[in-house]
T-cell receptor, first 112, second 113 residues
Framework: KQEVTQIPAALSVPEGENLVLNCSFT??????LQWFRQDPGKGLTSLLL?????REQTSGRLNASLDKSSGRSTLYIAASQPGDSATYLC???????????FGQGTRLTINP | GAGVSQSPSNKVTEKGKDVELRCDPI?????LYWYRQSLGQGLEFLIY????????KSGLPSDRFSAERTGGSVSTLTIQRTQQEDSAVYLC???????????FGQGTRLTVV
């Protein structure tokens, strides 16, 4: 059974810092991994999708990496801003299954 | 449409009543998912549709929960005889194919009183 873990559960940093969020998964037989953000009381917003054959994806100040063999992904946020404050979730889709399996998320606070 | 649309956005119902939650996926998206998120908790998988069929309904909590999808588009999640523990935000997502992004709606906040 696939299990996804995100560490830390919460993170608070001053504005302008670069930071890394971590995601690990137990079964490396995945199709892809997707990062989302969730603002309080809202749905999920897709940030980046990494295919299993890819090593990283970039979108603006965000860079996500994937090391499938070790079951790890990181989301790097450059030059953090208060508007980046949200909960960040990673999710994987296993080969042979179709559902997204989510981690519990990292609640990020960027202090002005 | 431009995104995944869910209705209603909020629903308050009395314990024991039936409720229907609706999801309009992005046009052309063949895969559709329902998840549930209780207050302060993670996302709990409920059911997955590919077209009109549901190859994975393993997450439905009890036989009070059912879902259908018609015309490969709109999906309805029905909860019969609602209980207070059903109170949560119900989220719907759709995707075009296995290796494409999943997009979520804004959710339906269900409160059972």
């Amino acid at each position: 059974k696939q299990e996804v873990t995100q560490i830390p559960a919460a993170l608070s940093v001053p504005e302008g810092e670069n930071l890394v969020l971590n995601c690990s998964f137990t079964d490396s037989a995945i199709y892809n991994l997707q990062w989302f953000r969730q603002d309080p009381g809202k749905g999920l917003t897709s940030l980046l999708l990494i295919q299993s054959s890819q090593r990283e994806q970039t979108s603006g100040r965000l860079n996500a990496s994937l090391d499938k063999s070790s079951g790890r992904s990181t989301l790097y946020i450059a030059a953090s801003q208060p508007g980046d404050s949200a909960t960040y979730l990673c999710a994987v889709i296993n080969q042979g299954a179709q559902k997204l399996v989510f981690g519990q998320g990292t609640r990020l606070t960027i202090n002005p | 449409g431009a995104g995944v649309s869910q209705s209603p956005s909020n629903k308050v119902t009395e314990k024991g009543k039936d409720v229907e939650l609706r999801c309009d996926p992005i046009s052309g998206h063949t895969a559709l998912y329902w998840y549930r998120q209780s207050l302060g908790q993670g996302l709990e998988f409920l059911i997955y549709f590919q077209g009109n069929s549901a190859p994975d309904k393993s997450g439905l909590p009890s036989d009070r929960f059912s879902a259908e999808r018609t015309g490969g588009s709109v999906s309805t999640l029905t909860i019969q005889r609602t209980q207070q523990e059903d109170s949560a935000v119900y989220l719907c997502a759709s995707r075009y194919g296995l290796n494409t992004e999943a997009f979520f709606g804004q959710g339906t906040r269900l409160t059972v009183v």
